[in-house]
């Protein structure tokens, strides 16, 4: 390259500062050719600059190094500038001569220091930038994250003015706690990353795939792409091990394809969309990927409806509590009631499957939890002060409750204003607990026992943890699921008898009062009594009772049995 002339300088000088001011009117390759001419001019033979996050990360030698000049002529420094950013981020520059009689002095020495200045501080403000970017979209594993998708959708409906013929999947890795147990994290994260790539490999130049958090992840592409993609959950062979160890991968999923009724969503619908979606694949029994439609449309619009109306009908009362009978197959006598919710609102019946669900979405399901507590102590303190004498009501409580750390005060609190001794009321958990929550369940149960207040454990055998339930926790009384009541067309030997006689065995030998739900028939009945259990609940005494008929079965009414 031609020699630059002294009088060249000072516009070669002037470029430089307005290029690394406003880098975006030529380009970073403008900068670079200047940065080279100006160590050419100097007789500069390397400049390097290193950026670090921190001062810790400068210590570690954990940076970025970056050599922008190198005529490999020589190695001897010249000068070097370091500089802390607001930020705590360090970013440093070295200039490199051939021999120490080419050190920089004087006029020079001040025009190549305020040169790498301007340098440092345009390296400074692009990979500041960087970081923030980093911060803001990736987790801490390297993941694109959930603000990532957000803005990768905006952007691609900015572009295009709609998301039409685009599917977004939102997807849950199946098992994998049990991966991680049996591989240990090192081994887990492999195999997640490994994951990950094949499946960023199938959503298209276009498409993203980005970390929601765990083991759940969300993808956005062009609907070409959604077949590929939906086989890769259905089973991938990752590695996970340095050994060469493989395992394979599948994936529960909610799919929303972007086009007739949902073509209108936001970004911030779909993604409320395909979680919802993904919620109900990853809990389904049957099917592990499930796909949007009209009909969970309009479903999702009556979820809106409950949602917006629970509050107003709280406060108006439209929710009773109904009693069903537990009644003692000896004597015909009512001896407990489960209180069960019924929402009434402008004069129709909302059933129960139709709204529980919904409120359990949220915390809403726990003030309707309290609010059922405060009806049942209500009418057994109207029954005392009538003479009625009731009977120990149970009441359900959610598994939400569980993360509530005023759980018991506002239970006891509720029972106490209401002046009901804490006899009657019985508390029922379903058994579905997870295993994880052991601890805090635990101690809930102890806690209200040592108050003289029941508890329950309902749906006995419906879960996966059945037996480490009871042997864990001290219940007062186990409700054994209608699914271990036989049949009447089943035999003595057949395997649903032989489990309801061991289950009651194994509750009655634990000290635990035993109840069976679901009770329709006089066949099933006389099974309870040949193995011993001796309280029933379910249609074949009565139906849910509204409170005023319910009261009248207390008052020396017995059934026929």
Known sequence: MQEIRKEEFTPLFEELISEVTNPEQKGKAAVHKLVREMCEYFHITKAVTEFYKSVIHEKRGDGEVIIGYDNGKGNVIAHRRRIITRSMAVIQGTLYVEKQEDILEGDDLRRADLA???????????????????????????????????????????????????????????????????????????????????LDGCVGENGTLCRIGGDNFIAFMEEKYLSGFISKLKGTTVNCGEDGKRIVLTASAGVVNISGDSAGMTPEEIMDTVSSVAGMAKNSSDENIIYFDSMMLRRKERVVRIQDLFADALENREFAAFYQPKVDIMTGKVVGAEALCRWFHEGTLVMPADFIPVLEMTNDICRLDYYMLDTVCRDIRRWLDTGTEPVRVSVNLSRKHLTDADLLKTVFGIIDRNRVPHKYIEIELTETTGFVEFDVLRQIICSLQDAGVSASVDDFGMGYSSLNLIREIPWNVLKVDRCFLPLDTEDEKSITRLMFKHVINMALDLGLECIAEGVETDRQVDVLRENGCTIAQGFYFDRPLPMDEFEKKLRDFRYTV
Do not use: P
Request: charged share 30%; glycine share 8%.
């Open 116 to 198: 790498l200045r301007s340098v440092l501080s345009y390296i400074s403000r692009n990979r500041l930038q960087y970081t923030i970017e980093t911060f803001a979209f990736y987790d801490d594993a390297g993941y694109r994250n959930i603000r990532f998708f957000m803005r990768h959708l905006l952007r691609l409906r900015e572009k295009r003015g709609s998301l039409s013929g685009h599917a977004a999947v939102r997807l849950n890795i199946r098992r994998f706690t049990l991966v991680n147990k049996d591989m240990g994290r090192k081994g887990g994260d492999m195999a997640l990353k490994n994951y990950y790539g094949i």
